[in-house]
């Protein structure tokens, strides 16, 4: 599996893969919510996204075939905001989520934040990699977000 940084070239990708993550929402998100996360996953949002210099974003090829990415905002000089990661396999998340630390690390940035819910795999996902609940929200009634932060430490 090849992790390379995400160009425009594969708006089109990103888009259907984050379309098909929609596709069936579990009942308790609220319709409008979804509505604007499917508005946000089309192709001429994506790609207008590429132009952010803030933008923080790599995916996943294997054999010349997209399986995934993982993208982010840096906040600030120090913090980052990892917005959204998906992929064919569990493995290929992690893929991702290992170099998105690692490109942070490099940049010297001292803390990821992003938030997820209880029944998403990202979640645990997050916590089997030190990402730590900070605070939670409520989103609607039987909906609960949790902000997670993984502070980095120098290498």
């Given at each position: 599996m090849e992790i390379k940084k995400a160009s425009k070239k594969y708006s089109s990708q990103i888009s259907k893969l984050m379309l098909e993550d929609l596709k069936n929402p579990d009942k308790r998100f609220p319709k409008e919510m979804i509505q604007k996360f499917r508005e946000h996953a089309s192709v001429e949002i994506i790609t207008s996204e590429f132009s952010n210099p803030n933008l923080i974003s790599f995916l996943a090829l294997e054999n010349d075939s997209f399986k995934g990415f993982?993208?982010?905002y840096k906040k600030d000089k120090y913090n980052v905001?990892?917005?959204?990661?998906?992929?064919?396999k569990?493995?290929?998340k992690e893929l991702?989520?290992?170099?998105?630390?690692?490109?942070c690390k490099?940049?010297?940035?001292?803390?990821?934040i992003t938030d997820s819910f209880?029944?998403?795999?990202n979640y645990k996902m997050l916590l089997e990699n030190n990402f730590q609940v900070f605070k939670k929200e409520n989103?609607?009634?039987?909906?609960?977000m949790f902000w997670l932060r993984l502070k980095l430490k120098r290498t």
């Open positions: 993982i993208v982010g905001y990892l917005d959204y990661v998906t992929g064919n569990r493995k290929t991702l989520l290992e170099r998105f630390i690692s490109y490099k940049e010297k940035i001292k803390s990821i209880e029944f998403f795999d989103i609607a009634p039987k909906l609960e």
